[in-house]
Structure formats: structure tokens, C-alpha cells
């Protein structure tokens, strides 16, 4: 089975520091990058909506030079017919060096994986996790902060059904002394899988709130993210939680100078616009710095497989 990225732990500390050192070195040498792929075919299939991961996925491989095969809706796919994922993964293997792949189901990612002949990259399957969003966290966090270690992580929103928080929180545990806080509504909380398996299992330090305000002080970074609406079974319940933390200037007062503030974004009410131009708030530049990892990790991917 060739190499493919399915969880933010099948990349060691080491892989990580390598493919930021390419994401920062690209970012200042992009010519030298700029031909790397060239012949080489990127497919992404995209059986959930997006706009950032899939055009950034789209962007950083004509940034290297190469070209993209893309399905952006499962109902004018084969899956639509019946088609297995299983199948899909051994059908595209035909055509496309590398695959970006986007799946309602949770292990969808993984069985693309077992049957492709070429290295598979989740790009979030269902509210499991989400890799590479974790990849342009890290980035970010390096860039903003220059240290992933001593860092005060709070988490606030859908922490139940936000996937992109259950990869970073598996990512930022390898790191000494990174305390987090957990901040959602009591029906959002962390699963009790990440808590018991990454968390406590790691003799990690956390609390989880219901209060952001409270928390905001001793915050290093605050990762806001969206109520996620598509994972819900009853529109009232969406409706009674959706705007449980409405960040604002206000709320911010307490807050650390050199706070920075995070989202994969899309955004919905969480973030004031008022919060954009406030040199605390990060989430645009997260979108630039996923393109340069995912760069980076096509790059590592398509080596490893012998694609280049
Ligand atoms: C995230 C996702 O898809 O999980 N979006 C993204 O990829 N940047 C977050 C979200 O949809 O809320």
C-alpha cells in the first residue's frame, strides 16, 4: 500500500517539522517549486460541499505545475449510481497520481486508501477528522507564535462535530506543555473517544467550559469554529445552539495582546466581522498557509510513492 494521509498522527513530529520547512520555504522560493509536478494529476473528489479545501488542494497543484481531475458533487459522480468507494478509489488509481478525497462518512478516506494504487490524502470524512485544515493550523501556529510548546489552546464551538478540532488537538498533544480548554455548549463536548484516547491517555492538561469570557485571559490561541448544521439529527437543536459563542470586540478585551485568534472558516456568526481588522485575527492568513501545505505534502506524498 503506498503512502496516503488519513489522520494527523500517520505524520511523525519530524514529518511535520519537515513538510512547515517546505511550506516556509516555498513561500519564499516559489519558482523553485513552480515545475515540480509538471505531467502529474491531482483528483479531488469532493462528496461534501467546500470551496477553501478543494480549490486549495486545486491551487497548491498548479502551483507545482501539475493538473487537476475534479468531482465536486457526489450526485453527478458514479457514487450516485451506487458506485463503492472502494471502486472509485481503483478507478481514479487509473488516472490520477494522487487523490484529495472529501466523504460524509466517517473511515471513508480509509477504505479509499486500501483499494487506490496511489497515495490518498483525507480532506475531512465526516465529523472524524480533517488533516490537512490541521496542517495549515500548525503552520499557522508557527508562524504567529514560533513555538507549538507553552501554548494555552482554547477551542470553542462544535467540539463534538468539528472535526478539524479532533486533528489538531491529536497534532498540538505530541508538544510539551500545551494546556487545553475545551470551551463548547454541554451537547458539543469533545467525544469522549478523543478525550479518553488522545487527552487522558497522554496524561494531557485540560477543562472544559461552557464560558468563553472567562477563559479569554489566559488564552494563547483561541480557535473559533462553526456549529456544524450538516451533522445534526434535528434542525431545533441546530437552531438552540448555533450561536452559543458570537465572538466579538467586546469579548476581547480581556484577552491577551498577542492572543491569536484561529478558524478553518467557512465562518457563519461566530466572528464579528469587527474581529477582522483586528491584528489578532489569523483565519485569512490560515487559508494562504494551507495552500503552501498542502504543497508541501503533495510534494512528500507523490516522492514516496516513486511518482516523482
Ligand atoms: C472545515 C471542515 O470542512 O471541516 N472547513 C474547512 O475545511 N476549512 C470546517 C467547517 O466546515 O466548519
Keep these: 500500500m503506498v503512502r496516503s494521509l488519513i489522520d494527523i498522527t500517520d505524520l511523525s513530529t519530524e514529518e511535520l517539522e519537515q513538510l512547515t520547512n517546505t511550506a516556509l520555504d516555498i513561500i519564499e522560493h516559489p519558482a523553485d517549486y513552480a515545475h515540480l509536478c509538471a505531467g ?34 457526489a450526485a453527478s459522480s458514479s457514487a450516485a449510481k451506487g458506485e463503492s468507494v472502494a471502486d472509485t478509489a481503483k478507478v481514479i488509481s487509473c488516472y490520477a497520481d494522487i487523490i484529495a478525497m472529501r466523504h460524509p462518512k466517517e473511515g471513508a478516506a480509509l477504505v479509499a486508501a486500501m483499494n487506490a494504487s496511489i497515495p490518498v490524502i483525507n480532506a475531512g470524512d465526516g465529523g472524524h477528522c480533517h488533516p490537512t485544515q490541521t496542517l495549515a493550523d500548525l503552520l499557522t501556529i508557527r508562524r504567529e507564535k514560533g513555538r507549538y ?6 477551542l470553542c464551538g462544535d467540539l463534538k462535530f468539528g472535526r478539524t478540532v479532533h486533528s489538531l488537538i491529536n497534532a498540538l498533544a505530541r508538544y510539551e506543555n500545551v494546556r487545553f480548554v475545551l470551551i463548547s455548549p454541554e451537547e458539543l463536548k469533545v467525544p469522549s473517544y478523543v478525550k479518553k484516547e488522545v487527552l487522558q491517555k497522554q496524561g494531557l492538561s ?19 469554529t462553526r456549529v456544524q448544521r450538516e451533522r445534526f439529527f434535528n434542525e431545533e437543536d441546530y437552531l438552540r445552539l448555533k450561536d452559543s459563542y458570537i465572538l466579538t470586540p467586546d469579548k476581547l478585551r480581556s484577552a491577551k495582546k498577542d492572543l491569536s485568534i484561529l478558524h478553518p472558516l467557512p465562518r457563519v456568526n461566530e466572528i464579528s466581522v469587527a474581529i477582522d481588522s483586528d491584528p ?10 494551507g495552500k503552501y501545505m498542502r504543497m508541501a505534502l503533495i510534494l512528500k506524498l507523490l516522492k514516496e510513492a516513486g511518482t516523482l
Design 40 to 73: 502529474k494529476k491531482l483528483a479531488t473528489l469532493f462528496f461534501e460541499p467546500s470551496t477553501r479545501t478543494r480549490l486549495s488542494f486545486e491551487a497548491a497543484m498548479y502551483e507545482l505545475g501539475g493538473n487537476v481531475l475534479s468531482v465536486t458533487d
Design 280 to 289: 489578532r485575527a489569523c483565519y485569512f492568513k490560515q487559508v494562504s498557509n
Design 149 to 154: 510548546s507553552d501554548l494555552t489552546v482554547g
Design 206 to 224: 485540560y477543562v472544559q467550559t461552557t464560558d468563553l469570557e472567562a477563559a479569554m485571559p489566559e488564552l494563547d490561541i483561541l480557535y473559533m
